[in-house]
C-alpha cells in the first residue's frame, strides 16, 4: 500500500484547523510547531488579527495545493525501496 493512499488533505484532517502550519512546514520542510508557537503567542496578544492572518494563510496554503499539487509516486518506485532493505539484508548474511 503506498503513502498516496492513505494521503489525507489537511483540511479534512480531524487533528488541524485548515492545516496552515502543518502545511507551510511541509512546503518549507521544517517542524510545524516552530510556527505554531508564535501563531499562539499572537492569539494572546491580538485575537482578531491572528484569526484573520490565519484564515488567509489558510487560503494560500489551499491555493498552492491546488495549483501546484504534489507529485504521485509510482508504485515501481515503492516497491523498489522495499526490495532495497532485503538486498541489504542478504548481502549482511553472506558476510556473516
Known sequence: MSAQENYVALPLRSHTILGVCEGIGEDFGFNPVLLRIPFAASVLISPTMAI???????????????????AKVHSEAGEMQLAEPANEQRELAKAA
Open 52 to 70: 484573520a492572518a490565519y484564515l488567509v494563510l489558510g487560503l494560500v496554503v489551499l491555493a498552492s495545493r491546488m495549483l501546484f499539487p504534489k
